[in-house]
């Protein structure tokens, strides 16, 4: 039987060729745990088409469309063209993922930040949320939010692995932070700390398959939605939540988020 719960992978890459290859039995063990709707990130053009054409197969999937910091350097007039025209699909609920990497710098950081401008704009006109990948550039991400952020109603901050203090930064600006197994890691102290400040209705969950396999399945290399089960009961221990409450809490925060139809 399968467990009463709906909890809301907010952000994974079902397209990348681990889970794309497998997606029919990846969904039914996602299913079988309690997650049963996702939302599939595009992190360059090619991989935007992708997600579209598959969450265009299953109902409870969405997509996101963006190019990742590491592409940055990809983006040209053209790409940016196709990607406003796929922002308007029916099945896309926000723009990212963008922002900033400064750890692997794959893309110059001029390139990151004439990628992460355009798409807010993108994300304003079209009225999206806004899906932040900040890493090692916690200030950074912060400073352009402020100058070039304000029209985009709404913003995550996804895969958050920063400090309380950042997290209350985050917070006072009135955006969201979303949390992936790094937050059960058994030296994640600062990540648990900083959770432990968001309330629910700022609150949401997600993958980022098939990277960050939760504890204790930390050494499953492909992670999939099915494992966020993981992430969800570490949180809600931590908020001595009923774990069904707290996905109740968490669902309805991404669903008012990402403007998803009630189910
Ligand atoms: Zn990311
Ligand atoms: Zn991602």
Known sequence: MRPNMQL????CHLTFERLAENIEDVIERAEDAGVTEWI??????????????????FDNLYAAVGIHPHEAKTMTAETVTELIELAQNPKVVAIGETGF????????????KRAFVRQLKIAADFNLPAIIHSREA?????????EFGSAVKKIVFHCFTGSPEQARIILDHGWHISFTGAVTFKNAEKIRAAAAIVPLERL???????????????????????????TAKCLAELKQTDLHDFAAATTKTAKNFFNLPSK
């Open 8 to 11: 809301i992978d907010t952000h």
């Open 40 to 57: 599939t990130v595009g992190t360059d053009a090619g991989e935007n088409r992708k997600v579209i054409e598959l969450a265009e197969r």
């Open 101 to 112: 990497d400064f750890h692997y710098n794959f893309s110059p950081q001029s390139d990151q």
């Open 138 to 146: 916690f200030d950074e991400t912060i400073d352009l939010l402020d």
């Open 204 to 230: 949401m969950l997600e993958t980022d398959c098939p990277y960050m396999s939760p504890e204790p399945m930390r050494n499953q290399k492909t992670n999939e939605p099915a494992l966020m089960i993981h």
